[in-house]
């Protein structure tokens, strides 16, 4: 079946960094969603991306639709503790209303 | 802005017993989804619904079923939970639309099975 791999799998960065992570994906996908889960909550929506090259930002975070649509990007500028937490990507290809989540990145954020 | 409640947040229960985790959203959404998933881990979608009276089976084999008579409410039961049924269990929800229309998640139901 489909698979989402998210690179790094963790990180530890200093508070102040920038921080990268990426999606790939075996197909394409018409969408790509970003989320933040805290500990014991459910995933928060961060970013929706629709079209391929799209870029969108919303406070600190910029995400990316890649061009061949089979990969995302998100970028988190001058990490803050609040940022500690899992990112995942979700994708949705076309004809179905279903998302596939990938394996998730883990931030933690170094005081 | 959507509004998705689950309840309970964390149930502890013996084996063989029978469970309903709820799951209400307030925005009429048609379509709802229940996710499991394991702490630290990846989401993986067992039940879907697109609208009343319709659900389907998700990516992940799931011994739980659900039910869908009102738009608001999509709650999913263990007739006999066991402990391999401990994990965590997220509802979503999202709106009918062309094009992705993003998903909205509940806290979460925490389910421990002893």
């Known amino acids: 079946g489909q698979q989402l791999n998210q690179s790094p799998q963790s990180m530890f960065i200093q508070e102040g960094e920038d921080v990268s992570m990426n999606c790939t994906s075996s197909?394409?996908?018409?969408?790509w969603l970003w989320y933040k889960q805290d500990p014991g909550e459910g995933p928060v929506l961060l970013i929706a991306?629709?079209?391929?090259?799209e870029l969108t930002s919303n406070g600190r975070l910029t995400a990316q639709f890649g061009i061949t649509r089979k990969d995302s990007f998100l970028n988190i500028s001058a990490s803050i503790p609040s940022d500690v937490g899992i990112y995942f990507c979700?994708?949705?290809?076309?004809?179905?209303?279903?998302?596939?989540f990938g394996t998730g990145t883990r931030l933690k954020v170094l005081a | 802005e959507a509004d998705i409640y689950q309840t309970p947040r964390y149930l502890v229960i013996g084996t063989g017993k029978k469970i309903t985790l709820e799951c209400s959203q307030t925005?009429?959404?048609?379509?709802m989804y229940w996710y499991q998933q394991d702490p630290g881990m990846e989401l993986h979608l067992i039940h879907y619904s697109y609208g009343v009276n319709s659900t389907e089976k998700g990516d992940l084999s799931s011994e739980s079923t659900v039910s869908r008579i009102r738009t608001e409410h999509f709650p999913l039961t263990l007739e006999s939970a066991r402990p391999s049924h401990t994990s965590q269990y997220l509802c979503a929800s999202s709106e009918t639309g062309t094009g992705g229309q993003p998903q909205h998640f509940g806290d979460g139901t925490r389910l421990s099975i002893l």
């Open positions: 991306l629709y079209k391929a090259g």
């Open positions: 925005m009429g959404h048609d379509k």
């Open positions: 979700a994708g949705q290809s076309s004809g179905t209303y279903k998302y596939i």
């Open positions: 197909s394409i996908f018409n969408t």
